[in-house]
Every structure is written in structure tokens, then in C-alpha cells.
Nanobody
């Protein structure tokens, strides 16, 4: 299993970013997959999960209404569209499935 996140960066409050998670080494379409984040000094937390088909999504209250998770099973890729970003969204963002994690991508929200 290999998961590679990308798309992080520095953005001002109120801005947007789109993260990607490219997956390989397993049958991507057979599994729900989750975005997590870990802020400095805090534990890793799940923030958004998408079902195998993409028809069902769940979000943590902290990101609900601002973030949108999606997937393209043909490309074995998952996405996280992040809008109205806040300084408290600053964290390393990971995708996770089957107990595996990517290397993460840093998102920093600051003016």
C-alpha cells in the first residue's frame, strides 16, 4: 500500500486549498478512505471519510460546511477541497486506509 498526499502549502485565512491523495498497491475502489490531520502538539484526528463509491461522506464538526471530500476511483485518487480556511486548520494532513498512512502534506493558514 502506498499513499502520497500533495497540495499543501501556505494560505491566508479565508483562502482555499485542494489536497490530493494518490493511492496504489490495493484495490482503491473497495475501501472507504479517510483524511486525517495532526496539529502541533495534538493527536492525529479523522476529519473526513468517504465510502467506497463516494456516495456517503462524513465530516468532523470542525470542518463541516467548509471542507469537501471526494474520490475518483478510476484514478485511485482522493481529494479534499478546503475552503474558508482558518488558522486552526494548520496541521499536517494525511490520508489513511487499512492502517497505512502517507507522508502527509503541511497546510499552514496564516496572514
Amino acid at each position: 500500500v502506498q499513499l502520497v498526499e500533495s497540495g499543501g502549502g501556505l494560505v491566508q485565512p479565508g483562502g482555499s486549498l485542494r489536497l490530493s491523495c494518490a493511492a496504489s498497491g490495493f484495490t482503491f475502489s473497495s475501501y472507504a478512505i479517510t483524511w486525517y490531520r495532526q496539529a502541533p502538539g495534538k493527536e492525529r484526528e479523522p476529519i473526513a471519510t468517504i465510502s467506497r463509491s463516494g456516495g456517503t461522506t462524513n465530516y468532523a464538526d470542525s470542518v463541516k460546511g467548509r471542507f469537501t471530500i471526494s474520490r475518483d476511483n478510476a484514478k485511485s485518487t482522493m481529494y479534499l477541497q478546503m475552503n474558508s480556511l482558518k488558522p486552526e486548520d494548520t496541521a499536517v494532513y494525511y490520508c489513511g486506509v487499512l492502517g497505512y498512512w502517507g507522508q502527509g502534506t503541511q497546510v499552514t493558514v496564516s496572514s
